[in-house]
């Protein structure tokens, strides 16, 4: 754009022969396709797609320039280049490189966090289908399929599983910081993709499949101040019957894998003998649950319907599975909208929230935090409440694309230094329970 911007001054002021415009242009055009493509070869470089638009349309003006300069040339001799077609020729190109640049401007130059395992972590992928079920969202009769992404230690050993759930809108990458720093320190993390709740996943046949317009318009739904408790229960039974059901059958799934050391007809892979490494890996006996937002949700209701998950982490998630029964009126923001189940919760539950969110809930006017009567009924429910942040910090999504993340809620924080934070804080919860290591080390806040 700079380089734009100095062409037309230097037509402008000393090179107003038409002809030299034109080399002048090619020159620049070209300068700037090779600085483009200089900085993607680069191996600091991540994320290289982000520029991969810009770079087409710039050796696209290159090859243009340079077709009009050999073209033109002899008759442009004899003529000047005109003052308003400078500087409206100016504004389109920067208008142009702008919008072709939009990708390198929404996002990082993100490569993961520092992990603090001893393995190297490598990551594999399965579409499961689930021939029980017929997805609701598809209007063909096709199966439910639910995408599994698994990261794990480059090594031999027995390490226990955890499955991650992403919040409405999100997808199975959300918090590839946290799997990082499990898998290197001896675990199995299966992240999940929820299709039409994330924002985009692809099926069996390759297809790209979006967001649901009507699930998002219902998410959104439940921000209006005119929602009553009642619409919101509803929601979040249908909400949470889906996401339980993708849980409960990849769980199923695996762990009938690994019991039959094989892969039966629910399994879609590229690779089987990978696939199997991992769950020859996989240590069934040992699971834990996390997930953020609505993942953290589905996460907690897991953990009170099966009996083989030992520990659960929410991030920054409504515990919506809980609920069992609402009362009459508008969502007034605070637990007592609800009935929640008050049974005791069986397993240990690691529950991350906002400070804003907890104080507020703490004031006279609001005096329920909306995950409390769970956390109290719990067989070790502990809260860390997190300064500063907004709803989004607990993802990968501030590091990857602060743009993004500032549209749909992030504090003004050290965003690196509050997911290394966190993620240490799962790690010894989950190496405490999972594996019996180590002494809880728990903060209240941070």
């Known amino acids: 754009m700079a380089a734009e911007i100095v062409l037309t001054v230097l037509t402008l002021t000393k090179f107003r022969n038409k002809a030299k415009w034109l080399q002048n242009r090619l020159i620049v055009r070209g300068a700037e396709a090779a600085f483009l493509l200089g900085i993607v070869v680069l191996p600091t470089t991540y994320l290289k797609w982000r520029f991969m638009t810009a770079i ?29 077609g400078t500087i409206i020729g100016c504004v389109v190109s920067v208008g142009i490189i702008t919008i072709s640049l939009t990708p390198a401007l929404m996002f990082a130059n ?55 759930s992403h919040g409405a809108f999100g997808y199975y990458q959300s ?5 990082a720093e499990l898998a290197s320190n001896g675990y199995v993390v299966a992240a999940l993709d929820h ?39 509803e929601l979040s039974q249908k909400w949470m019957k889906l996401r339980t059901d993708d849980g409960n059958f990849v769980l199923d799934t695996i762990e009938e894998a690994k019991k039959a050391e094989a892969l039966d007809d629910a399994w879609c892979v590229n690779d089987d003998a990978q696939i199997m ?10 699971i834990g649950l996390i997930g953020h937002s609505m ?22 998630g409504t515990m919506l599975g809980e609920i069992v029964e609402y ?46 009567p769970v956390m109290a009924n719990a067989k070790d429910g502990r809260t860390v409440v997190v300064e500063g942040v907004g709803h989004m910090d607990f993802t990968d999504m501030p590091v990857f694309s602060p743009f ?15 997911l290394m934070t966190m993620n240490g804080i799962v790690l010894n919860w989950f190496d405490y329970y999972l594996k019996g290591e180590g002494v809880l080390n728990t903060p209240a806040r941070f």
């Open 56 to 84: 087409l349309v710039l050796l696209f003006r290159v090859a243009v320039a340079g077709i009009q300069f050999l073209v033109r040339r002899k008759k442009a001799a004899e003529k000047t280049k005109k003052i308003p």
């Open 195 to 233: 299709p039409h709740h994330a924002l985009f996943t692809t099926d069996s046949e390759g297809k790209t499949i979006l967001v649901d317009n009507h699930f998002f318009s219902e998410a959104m739904e439940t921000d209006s101040p005119e929602v009553t408790s009642e619409r919101l229960y």
């Open 277 to 286: 490494k991992v769950l020859e890996m996989t240590d069934v006996d040992h």
């Open 404 to 418: 993004l993340a500032s549209l749909m809620g992030s504090g003004d924080v050290d965003h690196e230094q509050v």
């Open 327 to 372: 009362h009459d009126g508008r969502f007034d923001g605070s637990s007592r909208s609800f009935e929640y189940n008050r049974e005791p919760y069986p397993v240990p539950v690691l529950d991350f929230t906002k400070a804003s969110d907890y104080n507020d809930s703490k004031s006279a006017e609001n005096n329920a935090y909306l995950n409390q």
């Open 110 to 164: 993100y490569n993961g966090l520092p992990t603090t395992g001893d393995y190297q972590v490598k990551q594999c992928s399965a579409i499961l289908i689930d021939h029980d079920r017929v997805d609701e969202f598809e209007d063909d009769g096709s199966y439910r399929e639910v995408p599994v992404h698994f990261y794990y230690p480059e090594t031999e050993g027995n390490f226990p599983l955890i499955v991650f």
């Open 295 to 316: 993942g953290g949700a589905m996460s907690v209701a897991l953990g009170r319907e099966r009996s083989d998950i030992d520990a659960v982490v929410d991030l920054d």
């Open 175 to 179: 918090n590839f910081s946290t799997y």
